[in-house]
């Protein structure tokens, strides 16, 4: 096995936890290895670190597997770390069918992925040192976890930085275009063939869920009070004039997902009592995936799906609002109203609006320009948000930082007039495990805000 030795002026990242080694912190390598072989790194007074696959044609030229010397990643070593990996899943979530089984770094299987979909795997390879060992990894799956398919996809831009074409199909079983997933309790349709990443984002599963709390407790502002039935007894909904209330969600809220993807946001949403939810994306392979989850978890009645460019939704709303605030100031003062111009069912507002976008920021040069896409969405959010209302609004681009995105939602609020309550804040799901040191990890910011005027 080649040894790698590091430069004596480089940052002690490695001794930290980070488990890549840049080809700039290389001093020199003794020995023969081919590109993906393991190697062993030492320090530059020659003492061991530890050892990992190399790979020259990547500026990522060593990821660490192990810190302590292993001979090769055989079926054994596989079979350990994937052992390791289901029993930190059976903690992390008990309850759902679908989850992250393998987080790349996180679970020391660096440049590897592995999503269960119920009875069917989806991996995704990003790097050369497992793309090597893929069939190996595939048999492994299959042999521990007996499924009844495993599918990549391994569709991504970033293999290239590895020296590798994009590519994606069955490597094993049945793998069935649509899968159905359990979540929060909800029956969720997963496209493993075409959806997003390798067909769901499981790292908003605790995020979605605790929506839950902000959907109830509505009705008053409508009127609408608990008196008794003096025939039953028992308390029930009555609007102002008295009449008893039958639509059972009357006390829930009217929400807007943005960015909703297939739904997740809107159905846990539903599930929690919103009275009507407003379910857009831009895409409207997405928008049928989410109108079928609803309808297989009976919420289609309580939803509307639009498909449309959620920046260009949000402006024709606030637009609408303003101008209709403007129309309704001019008459009170006994101006003329111009009428003509009709506003049409734009200047609607909600009491909840979800914002998940996709990452902005896939690079450091484009974070500025990302930073001025977070405020304009949530700028625009907060002033559709009826007082007292929620926004939840996150982020997963890496290279936004955390104090940045906060920066930026508290610029939008000041430029919206708008004063916020910090309820929760928070990142990704307990399947995807964050390695102390390794600040690529902590790439989702989520946060629900009480917004009120000022």
Known sequence: MATVILDRKRKKRLEQGHPWIYANEIAKIEGECEPGDLVSVVGHTGHYLATGYWNPKSQIAVRIVSYAPIDDMDRDFFMRRFRQCADYRDRFPPDATGYRLVYGEADFLPGLVVDRYGDVLVIQVLSLGMERRKRLIVETLAELFAPRGIYERSDVPVRE????????????????????????????????????????????????????????????????????????????????????????????????????????????????????????????????????????????????????????YLRSHVRGLEERKARAGAGSAGGKVDTSKPIGAEGRTWDVVILDPPAFAKTRGAVEGALRGYKDINLHAMKLINEGGFLVTSSCSYHVRPDSFLETISSAAADARKLLRLVEYGGAGKDHPHLLGVDEGDYLKFAIFEVRSR
């Open 161 to 312: 930085l590895e020296g590798l074409e994009q590519t994606k199909g069955a490597l094993y079983g049945d793998c069935p275009r649509y899968v159905e997933i359990t979540e929060n309790g909800l029956r969720i349709e997963v496209d493993i063939e075409q959806g997003q990443k390798t067909g769901y984002f499981f790292d908003q599963r605790e995020n979605r869920a605790s929506i839950g709390k902000l959907m109830t407790g509505w009705g008053a502002r409508s009127g609408i009070r608990l008196a008794k039935d003096e025939a039953s007894g028992r308390s029930v909904p009555v609007n102002a004039n008295g009449k008893v209330v039958t639509f059972p969600y009357w006390d829930g809220a009217a929400v807007l997902e943005c960015f909703s993807h297939t739904g997740s946001f809107t159905l846990n949403a539903c599930r929690g009592g919103a009275k009507k939810v407003t379910c857009l994306d831009i895409s409207e392979h997405a928008i049928e995936t989410a109108r079928r989850n609803a309808e297989r978890n009976g919420f289609a009645d309580r939803v509307e799906f639009v498909v449309a460019d959620a920046f260009d």
